[in-house]
């Protein structure tokens, strides 16, 4: 009988590929399209904003991190606000914030006003990470968590790619640039307000009700939920109160703590880079071809995301669980701090610009088909149930300061290292944090609960019921 009736846990593990997880993926997804174009979108309102405002460079580099900042407290304080109380209270909370901040960095008087609202949308930005991720993860089956979770990141991709289609459009129609970059920042509060409607219809983790808060007949009528008719028969269990970690037990744990290190270090070293470099886009292109229009450097700049980034996600999220998700973090630190390698130690290779987005696309690529997909997806794996979105907010806030330090510093250092210069400290960190990975296990084709040492044994069993 328990084997024709699994329990819930057992049931998300081992569901086959459904709409169920398509809407999930959608939900999740759409909050992550949100992030990745209003953090982006910046780097081409900047020089707009420049011309108009004409801020010094240190402004510069804190108009452009200043959202990712916030990000890191937004992470921290609503990835663990979503272990206390649950992730579907939190999911409303930050896309709601995210199309507040967007709208009103629309209407922003001066540039004081631009970095208070900018802060504002960080902070939807930064807990919108743990909750999509996690979300994500503890809906998906173990055979294709990877995929799903990657599917929800891949959404970064649309987001990279509409953000200079955007600024192309509004700058071809010939509107005034006080206006274009203003329509740039206030569109991301479209699809904010699409992913509030969204996630109002989504129900809570089953995963999360059963083993954290011990509610047998919720959990399973979340499933149902989710699932529909898709999955027929589950026990309604645990029935236990529920099992739950309390911080200090959770960073006083050798093992959790050296995932932490291994998530948010690499986390940390990947998005100096990857924020640096894509935020500071129009200006690496700026330093290449200094002399080209704005409307031509953003053409290059959608040409390296579509050509280098897009492929890059898609081959991320369909071969990831093939190949393992450790592994294809260490293969794309590997092969993108080489492309930084090429660009910082080749002679003229900053002035030539065909080479150069060649070899600065190959970094992309990799980025993408390595770690920036896989920082995201490991950190929603490896932490017991209890503590997955704070082990992700962690993660994911420490890696935003990573992001800030990256765009803050970009322009300095660019100043006064060079082009080339500035990717070499790149590549330098690349190669950290491939050290930083080895010490993080390979979740692939693992359950959650294996993964993180969680006993689905030790969780009782209860009455049979039967949902759709």
């Known amino acids: 009988?328990?084997?024709?009736?699994?329990?819930?846990?057992?049931?998300?593990?081992?569901?086959?590929?459904?709409?169920?997880?398509?809407?999930?993926?959608?939900?999740?997804?759409?909050?992550?399209?949100?992030?990745?174009?209003?953090?982006?979108?910046?780097?081409?309102?900047?020089?707009?904003?420049?011309?108009?405002?004409?801020?010094?460079?240190?402004?510069?580099?804190?108009?452009?991190?200043?959202?990712?900042?916030?990000?890191?407290?937004?992470?921290?304080?609503?990835?663990?606000?979503?272990?206390?109380?649950?992730?579907?209270?939190?999911?409303?909370?930050?896309?709601?914030?995210?199309?507040l901040g967007a709208l009103a960095s629309a209407f922003s008087p001066n540039i004081w006003w631009l970095l208070i609202f900018r802060f504002i949308m960080g902070l939807g930005i930064g807990g919108d990470y743990p909750v999509s991720a996690v979300l994500m993860s503890e809906y998906a089956n173990t055979k294709d968590r990877g995929k799903l979770v990657g599917l929800v990141f891949s959404m970064q991709a649309v987001g990279l790619v509409v953000g200079p289609i955007v600024a192309v459009t509004l700058l071809a129609a010939g509107l005034p640039h006080d206006v274009a970059w203003r329509l740039m920042l206030g569109l991301g509060a479209l699809p904010a307000g699409a992913v509030i409607y969204m996630r109002t219809r989504m129900p809570e983790s089953p995963r999360y009700v059963a083993t954290v808060q011990g509610q047998a007949q919720r959990a399973q009528e979340s499933l149902a939920q989710l699932a529909g008719r898709e999955l027929t028969r589950v026990k309604a269990s645990p029935s236990?109160?529920?099992?739950?970690?309390?911080?200090?037990?959770?960073?006083?744990?050798?093992?959790?703590?050296?995932?932490?290190?291994?998530?948010?270090?690499?986390?940390?070293?990947f998005d100096y880079a990857y924020y640096g470099n894509s935020i500071s886009m129009p200006l690496v292109m700026k330093a290449v071809a200094p002399h080209a229009a704005a409307i031509t450097n953003m053409a290059w700049t959608l040409i390296v995301f579509a050509l280098a980034a897009v492929p890059g996600y898609v081959l991320a999220f369909s071969k990831m669980d093939q190949i393992g998700h450790r592994k294809l973090q260490l293969i794309g630190f590997a092969l993108m701090g080489a492309a930084f390698a090429v660009i910082g130690l080749v002679p003229h290779m900053t002035t030539l610009v065909l080479p150069f987005l060649l070899v600065f696309g190959a970094s992309y690529f990799f980025s993408e088909f390595g770690p920036n997909t896989t920082t995201f997806v490991m950190a929603s794996e490896v932490y017991p149930t209890s503590m997955r979105t704070t082990g992700h907010g962690i993660s994911a806030g420490v890696a935003k300061v990573g992001a800030f330090i990256g765009v803050f510093l970009f322009p300095v250092l660019e100043s006064a290292y060079g082009l080339h210069g500035t990717l070499l400290i790149t590549a330098i960190f690349a190669g950290c944090g491939f050290l930083l990975t080895l010490l993080l296990p390979e979740p692939s084709r693992r359950s959650l609960e294996a993964i993180s040492g969680e006993a689905d044994a030790a969780l009782p069993n209860s009455h049979d019921v039967v949902n759709g």
Do not use: C
């Not at 398509?22 to 900047?46: C, E, K, N, Q, W």
């Not at 900042?69 to 990835?79: E, H, P």
């Not at 703590?257 to 270090?265: M, S, W």
């Open 240 to 269: 236990s109160s529920g099992h739950r970690l309390t911080f200090r037990q959770f960073i006083q744990n050798p093992k959790y703590v050296r995932y932490l290190v291994g998530t948010a270090g690499a986390w940390f070293l």
């Open 1 to 99: 009988m328990e084997s024709q009736n699994p329990n819930v846990i057992e049931t998300l593990n081992d569901a086959p590929l459904g709409l169920f997880h398509l809407r999930a993926v959608i939900a999740s997804g759409m909050g992550f399209f949100t992030d990745a174009y209003d953090l982006f979108i910046i780097g081409a309102a900047l020089l707009l904003i420049e011309a108009q405002w004409h801020p010094t460079k240190t402004m510069i580099g804190l108009l452009g991190s200043t959202a990712l900042i916030a990000a890191f407290v937004g992470a921290f304080v609503f990835g663990r606000l979503a272990d206390l109380y649950g992730r579907k209270k939190i999911y409303g909370i930050v896309a709601a914030l995210m199309a």
